[in-house]
């Protein structure tokens, strides 16, 4: 398949993983900040197959994980509405709320669908005008723009019976918020390259100037992946810092103007709650004033609510890279797929998900 | 159930029911639609649930069907329900489908065919015309695959508690004098076999379910295998160990549930699984793993080694098997899971997954 096959190659990632054994020098620590690179590299087995010195360590950039209860509950709530038709990606259906999933809404009688775009969830409202269509819009830069698309669309249709429960994050404040860390032990980063695909490189650079570390922007094929590794080990040993792209395929320094300018226009930017992790200043997106009439949490009554979080789980330990998923104890034991006691274990791109998934840790 | 460690887990089991766990969603208070999608919820309501109360020796193997000896005479005798939506979809519909599922179900016993029952459960106001389309259809399947419907019954149900229709098939079958398949003689050093490429159906369903407009010709595999089947036992005899459909669930739970019923490792090569191109970009596009997605013309052979080579051409031979592979061994490693190299040479484990897999979010 063109623009697969080339970077699934056995020769290639044989040649990247010798290029990486002569460089490192000494051990190494470098986070991925994606879900979706972490599946590949546990699936492909890249963490396996790396020498011994270098670790990869899995970043919070599992947009469903990193979703806060209270957020998930206020989906469970409004759901749970039986003028509502709650609409959402798949991944978000199974993450535990403080009582229940949504899935488990959904078989109590809510009206709960899964789309594939939020374009369709606009199309819904049009062709329902009796019911309230609400649409869950979580996700990084790269599901944002699409969303922000949606509402625009739906002020377009003058629909009034069309909602967003946002819940959208910012990676760059997340990274430095690692980076930050009086802990920290991560030396170079694989940045997120669909969000790159969004937002462009320049905003690493500071990053990457203040905490002089290397950020390479990274694609999600397992030879991207061990190229984005070599880059960042090269750097790392030559005592560089900066931002490099390996994605260049997808990914251009100012990124998708007209993406950006949607979404200038659609949201502003918050502070943001993330789970297991806490509220990171100016993290996140909500929607601007203008579009006020098309947020569910100023449509619904949605307040009050009292959120269980697990005690046990380690879920913000192991997205700001402090601990593999297979170190936490209830891991493969009190905590499975099919009884999550956190949202990594449930969505695709979640790293206990991936650890247990592809037997890691078994 | 037994608690083994009554004290300890009650202790826990109210720590997380308390103020943490969000959730014990293995206990389901409601039936979800992950209880028949192939994967963990359903193999455990089947043995929790079903095993627990009909338990019998002839259920216990937990086969594609039943083997009853009747004096003297070897029968398979196998039930297999229908609730596909939408009713006519690429390659195939309902009725045809209703056939091959139970054809099938008795093939994988090693058997002819001898017999089906169909039961017919009707929605009230399904146009007459869509119901005589999907019988000949249903009656065309029949008889090209040797097979009469030789008894039936219908109900009609009030308009919305049904899909439009829902078929019950049934089947007897004669078990083939030199046949001898049941998973538990999967044994170390086999080899395993496919007799096409995987993931046709589901692929096909989805590209036409709302919310996807796939422009392809992407069509299912359905089609009855107890000829590709019959010649099987004919060249292999005893030495054809296991036959398998992997339907819902795909691939990866239909290996491991022969990898958990004989105590044995699987390991599979992905290079070597036939894939279509059309299929495989439609689930890089939905972020599905094509191993666990549906089959309805596809069958696992489990033989001795010694005759791989036969039944390899055996299969090539036959017109449902032109594109039949080797894509894997049984192995004496890691008993009852399957482990996969994938297409850059790592290693990883092969799960069952809980539920249906869900689309990601990007």
Redesign the interface.
């Known amino acids: 398949?063109k623009y697969?096959d080339e970077y699934?190659?056995?020769e290639?990632?044989?040649r990247f993983l010798d290029a990486i054994r002569r460089v490192v020098s000494r051990p190494r620590v470098v986070m991925e900040i994606c879900g979706?690179q972490t599946h590949t590299i546990?699936?492909?087995?890249?963490d396996?197959?790396l020498p011994d010195d270098v670790t990869v360590v899995h970043g919070p950039g599992c947009?469903?994980c990193v979703t806060p209860l209270e957020m998930i509950d206020r989906a469970l709530l409004l759901a749970r509405r039986p003028e509502v038709i709650f609409t959402s990606?798949?991944?978000?259906?199974?993450v535990?709320?403080?009582?229940?999933?949504l899935?488990?809404v959904?078989?109590?009688g809510g009206d709960v669908r899964?789309?594939?775009?939020p374009l369709?969830a606009v199309k819904l409202a049009a062709t329902h005008p009796e019911r309230e269509v609400v649409f869950f819009a979580?996700?990084?830069e790269?599901?944002a723009p699409a969303n922000a698309m949606a509402v625009w669309q739906a002020r377009e249709l003058g629909l009034r019976n069309f909602s967003v429960l946002c819940s959208h994050v910012l990676v760059p404040p997340a990274m430095q918020a690692i980076l930050g860390a009086a802990d920290n032990c991560v030396e170079g980063f694989l940045a997120a390259g669909?969000v790159c695909t969004v937002m462009g490189f320049h905003e690493y650079e500071p990053l990457a100037e203040r905490y002089r570390v290397p950020i390479v922007v990274t694609g999600f094929e397992?030879?991207d992946l061990l190229q984005g590794l070599h880059m960042t080990l090269v750097a790392l040993e030559q005592g560089r810092f900066g931002v490099e792209n390996q994605y260049s395929r997808a990914v251009r320094r100012e990124g998708n103007p007209q993406a950006q300018r949607q979404l200038e226009q659609v949201f502003e930017v918050c502070d943001r709650a993330w789970r297991g992790i806490g509220t990171i200043p100016q993290s996140g997106y909500r929607l601007r004033e203008a579009f006020a009439q098309f947020d569910a949490e100023r449509r619904f009554d949605v307040g009050g609510i009292a959120t269980?979080?697990?005690?046990?789980c380690i879920a913000g330990e192991i997205m700001r890279g402090r601990k593999r998923p297979d170190q936490c104890p209830q891991f493969g034991r009190?905590c499975?797929?099919?009884?999550?006691?956190g949202a990594p274990m449930v969505s695709?791109?979640g790293a206990c998900n991936a650890y247990?998934?592809?037997?890691r840790g078994? | 159930m037994s608690r083994p460690d009554q004290d300890e887990s009650e202790g826990k089991a109210e720590r997380l029911s308390g103020a943490t766990c969000p959730l014990p969603l293995a206990d389901y208070p409601k039936v979800l639609l992950a209880h028949g999608g192939g994967g963990s919820l359903t193999q455990r309501l089947i043995e929790d649930l079903f095993l627990e109360q009909f338990r019998n020796p002839a259920l216990e193997p937990l086969h594609d069907g039943a083997r009853l000896e009747i004096d003297g005479a070897q029968l398979a005798f196998s039930t297999d329900s229908f609730v596909v939506r939408p009713l006519i979809f690429p390659g195939g519909d309902i009725g045809s489908l209703a056939v091959h599922g139970t054809v099938n179900d008795l093939a994988m016993c090693g058997a002819r065919p001898l017999a089906l029952s169909a039961g017919f459960i009707l929605e009230e106001g399904l146009p007459m015309e869509t119901l005589r389309e999907l019988t000949r259809s249903m009656a065309r399947a029949a008889r090209a695959a040797g097979v009469p419907l030789v008894t039936g019954d219908t109900k009609v149900v009030d308009r919305g508690k049904g899909d439009g229709v829902y078929i019950n098939t049934s089947g007897v079958g004669a078990i083939l004098p030199s046949a001898d398949v049941r998973p538990e003689r999967a044994r170390p050093g086999d080899t395993v076999l496919i007799n096409g490429p995987i993931a046709d159906h589901g692929v096909a369903i989805m590209s036409v379910r709302e919310g996807l407009e796939f422009e392809t010709d992407l069509l299912s595999d359905s089609a009855a295998l107890h000829g590709l089947t019959a010649a099987l036992v004919q060249r292999a005899g005893e030495g054809l160990h296991v036959l398998r459909d992997p339907t819902r669930g795909g691939v990866a739970s239909a290996l491991n549930e022969v990898a958990g019923q004989a105590g044995v490792g699987i390991r599979i090569d992905e290079v070597s699984i036939p894939l279509r191109e059309a299929v495989r970009g439609a689930c890089e596009i939905l972020g599905l793993d094509p191993l666990y997605v549906a089959n309805e013309g596809k069958c696992i052979a489990i033989v001795d080694p010694r005759l791989a080579d036969g039944a390899l051409e055996t299969l090539r031979a036959q017109p449902l098997g032109r594109d039949a592979a080797v894509i894997g061994k049984v192995v004496d490693d890691h008993p009852g899971r399957v482990v996969m190299r994938s297409r850059i040479g790592g290693d990883r484990v092969v799960d069952v997954l809980s539920g249906e897999q869900l689309p990601r979010i990007c």
């Open positions: 398949m697969v699934r190659s056995e290639g990632a044989r979706g546990v699936k492909s087995g890249i396996r197959m947009p469903v990606f798949g991944d978000m259906l199974r535990p709320g403080s009582q229940e999933d899935l488990s959904k078989a109590a899964m789309l594939y775009s369709d979580v996700g990084f790269t599901t669909h397992p030879l269980k979080e697990s005690a046990e009190e499975t797929p099919e009884r999550p006691l695709n791109e247990h998934r592809y037997g078994a």
